[in-house]
């Protein structure tokens, strides 16, 4: 393999030069390839332009989210990021000139100018990016365009792009998040057991009268599969479910193409859960399972979001690949994106994954294998919990497949490096230091239930629905909670919050004190990852919201 993309790319040097060769192009299993692609048949690619001034970008980042800066919470329009980052003239003139060349014009930009977005032919792609030959493959009844050999570009642009998008990385998988007994026990008793909204705010001490009431806020969730959620879905959960506070029974904006499909159990259960702990607050879904066959679903919805000049204020989002499946240009790239969000006063929060530490097999040894954009040091990372006991809602301790761990690419942001020294130090033993890197972002940074929920999906009610999905639009619907009561007085949105986060030091959470996650099946550890102690810990980051106190701690 090694050798084969050597002699290629020596091959091209002459006229182009390989963009991302660390990524992964090989299939992944639950995709086929189906038939060959006619050389005229449209992709629509996405080009990264180099933007300027990204490391003003992120020192105004840690400025407006730091509350000891005087800068606090001034955040910046969409216009205002637009001329930090936008291209030089060299760079879009080069781009341009290549893309015109090759005769490609059918082309939208954005209002900060670092993207690129174009149609064209198969046989045009081919001869732009050497390299690349587009495939179709078929998971279900989706099906897409891909090439698994690696493409390059001209070497005028080489330094002038970050990637081209469209050409490898494939749509995410979703997971199975339901256990199963689907509708089989509807009594009002069975209820009881597991997490609805009336346990979700008692255990996080929503009050009836905690709710939104500012008219400016809103919050969001984002999908990304061929799912939906759907409207009737959510009017029928909150029918079932939502007593005792006020709330909203319907989402105030689709943005995107929401498909016609069978409702899908992860997108009903963001949805249903942001807007009953976030309760009585416009909500949105961004919608984008990839209208073209060759887009790629999660950067479709990055492009969206920061070429929206009016976006809600909280965003969660439950979709995360192996770090190592990415390459280091198309992830840095993408935390950029996430300055970009965090300087306008967006608050991200990213699902930790359902798979512990994860394990990586590799020859003779194994490691731990991190996730993206949970390991993004400019996203909230949200891990998970269970009740200690089934029947009482008062104690949580680790979900043992809670994801978390430290980033092989990503360094410890400064706001994390005492809490994470300190963990490092307190506890032992730690798993053997060949599996993770201590130099690493650690996550998550926070963490809520993510054991047993109902939900409602086609318009059945379905018991036990598990994992960070679950925890984060719940942190999430918390977070636009506390926005709501800042607008109130005036002050600005939370924003990029772990700066501030990891200054509370757990004030206003519950510490999540017992359990370890999950990791790697093998004699050295045994399937266990890191495990929960008091304080900050790569299990369930500083612990679960308590209404209340947090508002406290927050409300400055
Ligand atoms: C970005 O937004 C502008 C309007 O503000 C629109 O004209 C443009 O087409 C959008 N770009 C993409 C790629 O959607
Ligand atoms: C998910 O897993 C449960 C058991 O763990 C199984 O009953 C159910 O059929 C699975 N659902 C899907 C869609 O695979
Ligand atoms: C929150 O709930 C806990 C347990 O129900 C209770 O002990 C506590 O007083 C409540 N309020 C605050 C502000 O913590
Ligand atoms: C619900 O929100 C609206 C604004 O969207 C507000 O006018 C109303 O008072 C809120 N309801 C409660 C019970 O706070
Ligand atoms: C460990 O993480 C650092 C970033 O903090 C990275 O530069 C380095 O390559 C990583 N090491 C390994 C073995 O992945
Ligand atoms: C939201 O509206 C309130 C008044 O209801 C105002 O004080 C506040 O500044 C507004 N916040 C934002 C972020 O627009």
């Known amino acids: 393999m090694r050798i084969a993309v050597f002699v290629l790319s020596f091959i091209w040097l002459v006229s182009g030069e390989l963009l991302e060769d660390d990524q992964d192009s090989s299939v992944p299993e639950d995709w086929t390839l189906v038939e060959g692609v006619k050389p005229l048949e449209e992709v629509e690619l996405t080009f990264a332009l180099k933007q300027q001034k990204v490391k003003q970008l992120k020192e105004l980042l840690k400025l407006v989210s730091d509350p000891d800066s005087h800068q606090y919470g001034k955040y910046l329009s969409l216009d205002e990021v637009a001329a930090l980052v936008k291209p030089s003239k060299l760079t879009e003139n080069l781009v341009q000139n290549w893309l015109q060349r090759h005769g490609v014009k059918n082309c939208h930009t954005v209002v900060t100018r670092d993207f690129l977005q174009c149609v064209m032919t198969v046989q045009v792609a081919e001869a732009l990016l050497p390299g690349a030959k587009f495939h179709r493959y078929k998971r279900h009844s989706h099906t897409v365009l891909r090439s698994t050999s690696l493409y390059s570009v001209h070497k005028d642009v080489h330094r002038h792009l970050d990637f081209v998008g469209g050409i490898h990385r494939f749509p995410p998988k979703g997971k199975n998040i339901s256990k199963g007994w689907q509708g089989a026990r509807q009594s009002a008793l069975s209820y009881q057991l597991g997490a609805t909204p009336s346990v979700i705010r008692a255990r996080y ?6 709710v939104g009431t ?10 990304f599969l061929e799912e939906y959620y759907h409207p009737d879905d959510l009017a029928e959960f909150m029918r079932l479910f939502a007593g005792g506070f006020t709330h909203m029974s319907a989402v105030d904006r689709v943005v995107g193409t929401q498909g016609g499909g069978e409702a899908g159990t992860e997108a009903s259960l963001d949805v249903e859960y942001i807007m009953s702990s976030g309760a009585n607050i416009s909500t949105w879904v961004f919608t984008n399972p990839g209208r073209h066959e060759s887009q790629e679903p999660f950067l479709q919805w990055m492009l969206l979001l920061n070429n929206m000049s009016e976006v809600p204020w909280v965003h969660t989002i439950s979709y995360g690949d192996d770090e190592d499946s990415l390459s280091d240009a198309y992830m840095n790239r993408i935390n950029t994106e996430f300055m970009k969000a965090g300087l306008r006063g967006i608050s991200l929060l990213f699902a930790s994954g359902d798979s512990g530490a994860g394990c990586r097999h590799l020859t003779k040894k194994n490691t731990f294998r991190p996730s993206f954009p949970a390991s993004s040091p400019y996203v909230t990372t949200v891990g998970g919990t269970s009740f200690k006991s089934p029947l009482k809602f008062n104690y949580e301790v680790t979900d043992s497949i809670s994801g978390g761990g430290f980033s092989n690419v990503f360094a410890m942001p ?19 230091q060949t599996y993770f890197n201590i130099t690493g972002r650690a996550y998550p940074d926070l963490a809520a239930l993510s054991d047993n929920y109902w939900v409602v999906t086609n318009l059945k009610p379905v018991a036990a629905v598990s994992g960070t999905s679950a925890s984060t639009p719940v942190v999430g619907g918390i977070l636009s909670l506390i926005n ?5 007085k005036g002050l600005p949105s939370l924003g990029f919050i772990n700066p501030r986060l990891y200054k509370l030091q757990g004030k206003g959470l519950y510490d999540v004190t017992q359990g370890c996650h999950m990791s790697c099946r093998d004699d050295k550890v045994k399937g266990k990852g890191f495990c929960a102690s008091p304080s900050w810990d790569p ?6 919201p308590n209404y209340p106190a947090l508002l406290k701690a927050l409300m400055d």
């Open 484 to 488: 709501d009561q800042r607008f109130l």
């Open 205 to 210: 001490n929503l009050t009836a009268g905690d």
């Open 539 to 544: 299990v369930t980051g500083w612990g679960t």
């Open 414 to 432: 400064d706001y994390q490096v005492g809490a994470v020294q300190a963990y490092l130090k307190s506890v032992q033993p730690l798993p053997p």
């Open 214 to 223: 500012a008219t400016n806020n809103s919050q969001a969730v984002a999908q």
